[in-house]
C-alpha cells in the first residue's frame, strides 16, 4: 500500500506542478497586459492633461497600477508553489494580494453610489486582514519564519 500510495503522491506533485506551470505562463501574459494598459493610460495623462487631471482619471491610474501589482503578487504565489515553497510565504503574499484587492476597491469606489454596509464590510475586511499579517509578523519576531 505504501508504494501505490508513493506513487500516487509522486503523480500529483507532477500534475500540481505541471498545472502551476501554466498558471505562471498565463499569469506573465497578465501582467504584460496590466502594465501595459497603466502605462498606455500614464502615457495619455502626462501627453494630454494642459490642464490637470480629473480624479475619474486618477482613480483608473491607481486602478490599473494596483491590478499590475495584484497579479504580480499573485504570480509570485503560483511562483512558490511551483518551485514547491509552502507555508508562511505563500500566507503571507496571499494576505497582500487581499490587502491589496480591498485597497483597490476602496480607490475605484464611488462613494455617492454604494452603501455605509459596503464600506462597513469592506473596512472589517481590511482590519481582519491586517490583523492576521500583523499575528504572523508578530510570529515571525525572532525571524525564523521561511522568507519568501
Known amino acids: 500500500m505504501t508504494k501505490l500510495s508513493n506513487a500516487i503522491d509522486a503523480a500529483y506533485e507532477r500534475f500540481a ?3 502551476s506551470m501554466l498558471l505562471l505562463l498565463g499569469m506573465a501574459v497578465v501582467i504584460l497586459v496590466a502594465t501595459f ?3 498606455r493610460l500614464t502615457a495619455g495623462v502626462v501627453i494630454g492633461a494642459p490642464g490637470g487631471t480629473s480624479y475619474t482619471t486618477l482613480q483608473a491610474l491607481f486602478d490599473a497600477l494596483l491590478g499590475a501589482i495584484i497579479a ?3 504570480a509570485h504565489s503560483v511562483h512558490l508553489m ?3 515553497q509552502r507555508g508562511f ?12 484587492a480591498v485597497v483597490r476597491k476602496l480607490i475605484v469606489v464611488e462613494l ?5 454596509v459596503l464600506l462597513m464590510g469592506l473596512a472589517a475586511a481590511v482590519i ?4 492576521i499579517y500583523a499575528t504572523l509578523l ?7 519564519m521561511p522568507k519568501d
Do not use: N
Open 138 to 144: 508578530w510570529l515571525d519576531r525572532d525571524g525564523k
Open 128 to 131: 481582519a486582514l491586517g490583523a
Open 112 to 116: 455617492e453610489q454604494v452603501s455605509g
Open 72 to 74: 504580480l503578487e499573485l
Open 89 to 100: 510565504a505563500q500566507v503571507r503574499i496571499v494576505l497582500v494580494i487581499g490587502i491589496l
Open 17 to 19: 506542478a505541471s498545472i
Open 82 to 84: 511551483v518551485i514547491g
Open 37 to 39: 494598459s497603466f502605462l
